[in-house]
């Protein structure tokens, strides 16, 4: 178990993408590498937390989406959307280590390194494309 949250590009077709390289084709050999190259296009950021980790509700937190999208052990496996203003005001608490309701028992703990790339890649993405906001999965 584990949380897997998945910012999606909104300038590709998902659907005709994932046809073009026959992602649910599972028993292929080079399906790995067509998986690869489908994420390369279809997803602008990826972060994964095990269920264990303290930090698997940081960007939840950052994001203010904890009642909407987290389930605990993992996402509710919803789609969010999620605005440029909510990523902004989000890695300002990561930066600030404004976790909400997250404890801390050492410094490792703190490291939300991957949060912050995360939400940065998503930030850049909206601002290049000049999009108010962008599809965010949470699994």
Known sequence: MGHDITAWNGNVDLDNLREQYKIDDWGAEDWGKRY?????????????????????????????????????????????????????IGLQRLQNEEFIGITHDDKEDRDVSQEITFITNCINFLEKNELPSLKVSFG
């Not at 904890?66 to 440029?84: F, K, P, Q, R, W």
Request: glycine share 10%.
């Open 36 to 88: 690869k190259a489908y994420c390369e296009q279809a997803q602008i950021a990826y972060n994964r937390r095990a269920a264990w980790n303290p930090l698997n509700r940081a960007l939840y937190d950052a994001l203010g989406v904890v009642e909407e999208a987290y389930g605990g052990c993992s996402g509710l496996g919803v789609e969010l959307d999620i605005t440029l203003e909510m990523l902004q």
